[in-house]
C-alpha cells in the first residue's frame, strides 16, 4: 500500500524556522514526483513546491521561492521541506502527496495524492 508519513511543522515566530519529513512506501519512490501543498483556514490547498525523485527537478510556488528548499534522500525514500524566514501568511496545514502518474510533476493538487497526515505551521508574527 502507498503511504506517506508526514511530520515536522511547530509553532515559531516570524523569521524562524521549520522543516517537514515526508516518508514514502509502497512505490518506486524514484519513479514518482512528491510535493508539498498546505491549507490555511478557509483557503483552498495549495501547491509548495515538488521534487521529481526521477531527476531531482524542483519547483516552487512563487510565494516561497528564496526562502523554502525542498530535498529528497533517496535511500531513504524521503522527502523534507526546509522552510526559513517564514511569515504569518505561511500559517496553514501542510500535507506531503506523491503524483498519480508516474515521471510526472506539477503543482496541482488534482495530480496528486495518498495524502500524508497533515501537519500544522503556525507562525506568529
Known amino acids: 500500500d502507498v503511504q506517506l508519513q508526514a511530520s515536522g511543522g511547530g509553532l515559531v515566530q516570524a523569521g524562524g524556522s521549520l522543516r517537514h519529513s515526508c516518508v514514502a512506501s509502497g512505490f518506486t519512490f524514484d519513479d514518482y514526483a512528491i510535493a508539498w501543498f498546505r491549507q490555511a483556514p478557509g483557503k483552498e490547498r495549495e501547491g509548495v513546491s515538488v521534487?521529481?525523485?526521477?531527476?531531482?527537478?524542483?519547483y516552487y510556488a512563487d510565494s516561497v521561492k528564496g526562502r523554502f528548499t525542498i530535498s529528497s534522500d533517496n535511500a531513504k525514500n524521503t522527502v523534507y521541506l526546509q522552510m526559513n524566514s517564514l511569515k504569518p501568511e505561511d500559517t496553514a496545514v501542510y500535507y506531503c502527496?506523491?503524483?498519480?502518474?508516474?515521471?510526472?510533476?506539477?503543482?496541482?493538487?488534482?495530480?496528486?495524492?495518498?495524502w500524508g497526515q497533515g501537519t500544522l505551521v503556525t507562525v506568529s508574527s
Open positions: 502527496g506523491v503524483a498519480l502518474r508516474r515521471l510526472w510533476v506539477s503543482l496541482e493538487v488534482t495530480d496528486f495524492g495518498f
Open positions: 521534487i521529481a525523485n526521477s531527476d531531482r527537478s524542483t
